[in-house]
């Protein structure tokens, strides 16, 4: 994923209806792998928008995706498709990871 390089690879974008049984494929979904239990999980990718966040300290433009079904997580990638910020719910906790330092390669 990452920032869409137009405006016509946003559109192509779009949340499936409604939800379903976990492992339960639904029209428009996508599969998933959940890395902590090996199981596959089915999910819907949204594109929410283009946002200014705070990363390592800076405000960077940023495109937030929203994936939802199985799963309940929002995603955020900067100009170079670099995952900077993730926030999900799982069995109702919420996690929070951010970008904090970016290294001279």
Do not use: C
Request: glycine share 10%; charged share 30%; aromatic share 6%.
């Amino acid at each position: 994923a990452g920032p869409p390089k137009t405006k016509a690879d946003a559109s192509k974008i779009r949340p499936a209806s409604g939800k379903g049984k976990e492992g339960m494929a639904k029209a428009g979904s996508v599969p998933l792998l959940d890395t902590d239990k090996g199981r596959q999980l089915w999910g819907e990718i949204e594109f929410v928008g283009v946002e200014t966040i705070t990363v390592a300290g800076k405000q960077v433009k940023a495109w937030h995706y929203r994936v939802s079904g199985d799963v309940d997580v929002n995603l955020w990638y900067d100009n170079s498709r670099r995952l900077v910020r993730q926030e999900s719910v799982d069995e109702g906790h919420t996690t929070l990871l951010e970008l904090t330092k970016v290294s001279a390669e």
